[in-house]
């Protein structure tokens, strides 16, 4: 019999909407349940692609024994991470402070009213490795509860406590200058594995920000060795199984420091990051690998993430069914044999297949499997063949059981994937990836945007989800709308971002300029989640702030300057000290060091001049710049809905291109040649 997940729309819920425990949402009446029957709250939190969470839900969630007992001594409820990102900040950083460490699926023990007392993750059905089993955790908190209650609400409220004490104040540490980016790059090389690229020891994750940073700090000073750390990484991750040889994509992480063996779930927003990361580096160096795995991770984001409605799917599982036990296994979609690939291409392209994608008989996963990689010293093989074969190996693994996929629409992702997809059809002359930018663009408008321009978090098959937006939804969608606007020339994307970052001043920035997670106005939690940092994907105080310092440059707003400017105190606190937990941050500081540049390309619509001058406008290198292209002057209807459009006139009745910064703008030029100098001379 379904519990009360069954009319979720969170497929990571309705995975849990079968159990044989009586799950609960998150909502008030879940608490009041508690609080009726005198027991203690047990909180779930996990997503749907996450490994661990689906053997947690198979080993204990599942066994009729083990539901018994959570349903008579707890009442328990499930939150999908994703669609909850409050919760899950203000409860992961009580787990990280008690335990030093965190992750999913997050097992937290709390009172009625919400204070938690007992913490952990993962907890396997029989003790193991030194860890109690899950059905000792249910026994030993319900003993606490019931022997102990005083002891248990003073340890509760000694953790909230703690967290009420933890709120941030950078609004006053200052604006980041060249020093700070200096330290920062410093930080970056003593943390950078020269050997395999990328930063630390296993595991090793996609460290798509810091990249960014390195490209647009090479752009900005011209050091070699950022670029040549970005490029070294890009190329080693390219090459490596994290990446997928056949379809394109990127896996979540590498379990080994040499990118060989991934976690095998692909997330939107890894893709999205990555996919600008490598366009910007083809942009930098005109590498061919770069532009591949541009298109090809594009395309990956296009074919099997893209909804019905035009949107991105949150994610695609690690674990999928194995065709010859029946299990579900991580990475069976994807790894092969030797035996396999001859079983597919034949004798002769099988051994060839192996050797190029290094495919062995011990193999380099498990089970004698192999996830296919690029080594250096593979065999060449001509052009045409390979694509043959990779053709054929693609086919024949879409025949395989496929991994699940999370059909939500999380609109932060979106945002992301919105502006990785117009400026990769911008740069490559791909207009139709500039199309789906377009539709996913829509999507959220028509669907998570309310008439007073609040988001909505998630969506699904089209219907808006009840969580509200956070920081990072409002920072990334107006990030994506203001990448949409410089790529298309429409102004009504310049809008849509406006009433988003002015949302942001309004509702979730503090009177010294730091920023909250979530708004004014939004549930009350124990404690106001306030995380700077970026990890995943960027946090949600350095995409506002990267999304204000844009608009301002876009429209001369100084109140939108300024609060872009006390956000990034953050990173002028905290670039120097962990620069691998602020790459973001750090982006956007080299933007605000480098102006931003402001470009505006006027010109008649029909003219192909003004679509190449345009174009040489988004190809150029400069930190941030923001690009307006339209009709010349506002008098004539072209520039209204573009500031930086206004006034701006032809020289010579051909398209003309206009850079400015700090107040002060270069010669107006007609010549694309020119306009690339303007825009991609280290320190001009």
């Not at 692609?49 to 839900?57: I, N, Q």
């Not at 900005?220 to 040549?228: D, F, N, V």
């Not at 949302?503 to 989640?529: C, M």
């Not at 700090?662 to 040649?673: E, G, K, L, M, S």
């Amino acid at each position: 019999m379904p519990n009360r997940l069954a009319n979720e729309t969170s497929p990571y819920l309705l995975q849990h909407a079968d159990n044989p425990v009586d799950w609960w949402p998150w909502s008030p009446e879940a608490f009041a349940e508690a609080r009726e029957r005198g027991v203690p709250v047990h909180l779930s939190v996990g997503y749907s692609s996450c490994h661990w969470c689906h053997v947690l839900a198979g080993e204990s969630f599942e066994d009729e024994l083990t539901a018994a007992y959570m349903n008579e001594h707890f009442v328990n409820i499930k939150v999908d991470r994703e669609e909850r990102p409050d919760v899950d900040a203000v409860y992961m950083e009580a787990v990280q402070a008690a335990t030093g460490q965190g992750g999913w699926p997050m097992t937290v023990f709390m009172t009625a009213d919400a204070e938690p007392f007992y913490f952990g993750t993962y907890f396997p059905p029989e003790p193991r490795q030194g860890m109690p089993s899950f059905m000792q955790v249910l026994e030993g908190v319900r003993t606490a509860w019931v022997g102990r209650p005083e002891e248990v609400a003073e340890v509760a409220q000694r953790i909230v406590r703690d967290l009420a004490g933890r709120e941030l104040d950078y609004g006053k540490a200052g604006t980041p200058g060249p020093e700070e980016l200096a330290k920062a790059l410093l930080g970056l090389t003593r943390e950078y594995d020269a050997a395999h690229g990328g930063f630390g020891g296993a595991p090793k994750f996609p460290p798509s920000m810091a990249l960014e940073f390195l490209l647009r700090h090479h752009a900005r000073t011209g050091s070699e060795g950022a670029l040549q750390m970005a490029a070294d990484t890009c190329e080693a991750m390219a090459r490596g199984g994290i990446y997928d040889q056949l379809g394109g994509g990127f896996a979540r992480y590498s379990v080994d420091r040499e990118w060989v063996v991934p976690h095998f779930e692909k997330m939107l927003y890894d893709n999205a990051l990555l996919c600008r990361v490598y366009a910007h580096l083809w942009r930098a160096t005109g590498s061919d690998l770069a532009r591949r795995v541009a298109l090809e991770t594009a395309d990956f984001m296009v074919r099997e993430l893209r909804t019905d409605q035009g949107g991105f799917a949150s994610a695609l599982d690690a674990d999928s069914e194995d065709p010859l036990t029946g299990e579900h296994v991580e990475g069976a979609y994807y790894a092969w044999t030797p035996a396999q690939l001859r079983e597919v291409l034949g004798e002769a392209d099988g051994d060839l297949a192996a050797g190029y994608f290094g495919v062995t008989e011990e193999g380099t996963f498990e089970h004698g499997t192999s996830v296919l990689q690029l080594p250096q010293d593979g065999p060449a093989v001509e052009a045409g063949r390979l694509a043959g074969i990779k053709e054929r190996l693609l086919a024949a693994r879409g025949r395989r059981p496929a991994p699940g996929r999370d059909d939500k629409i999380v609109a932060a992702w979106n945002g992301l994937a919105i502006a990785a997809l117009a400026e990769c059809g911008a740069y490559f002359e791909r207009p139709d990836l500039v199309e789906r930018a377009t539709e996913a663009a829509d999507l959220l408008v028509r669907v998570h945007m309310d008439g007073r321009a609040r988001l909505s978090r998630t969506s699904k098959d089209g219907q808006v989800g009840t969580n509200d937006g956070v920081l990072e939804d409002y920072g990334d969608v107006a990030e994506g709308f203001l990448a949409l606007a410089s790529v298309t020339g429409e102004g009504v994307w310049l809008e849509f971002a406006g009433f988003l970052v002015d949302l942001v001043l309004d509702r979730f920035t503090a009177e010294d300029g730091s920023l909250y997670d979530t708004a004014h106005d939004a549930e009350k939690l124990i404690r106001r989640p306030q995380d700077p940092t970026d990890t995943a994907a960027p946090s949600g105080w350095t995409a506002a702030a990267g999304a204000l310092l844009s608009y301002a440059a876009h429209t001369g707003s100084q109140a939108h300057r300024t609060a872009a400017e006390r956000a990034l105190g953050v990173v002028h606190a905290l670039g120097p000290r962990v620069p691998r937990y602020i790459g973001h941050g750090l982006s956007v500081a080299e933007a605000l060091l480098d102006g931003p540049r402001e470009v505006a390309v006027v010109g008649h619509p029909e003219d192909p001049a003004l679509a190449l001058l345009h174009r040489t406008a988004l190809l150029g290198t400069a930190p941030g710049a923001v690009v307006a292209a339209g009709l010349a002057g506002a008098t004539d209807g072209g520039g209204a809905e573009f500031p930086l459009l206004a006034e701006r006139t032809l020289v010579d009745d051909l398209p003309t291109a206009y850079v400015c910064r700090h107040f002060v703008c270069a010669r107006p030029t007609t010549d694309p040649a020119e306009l690339a100098e303007q825009l991609g001379t280290v320190g001009s």
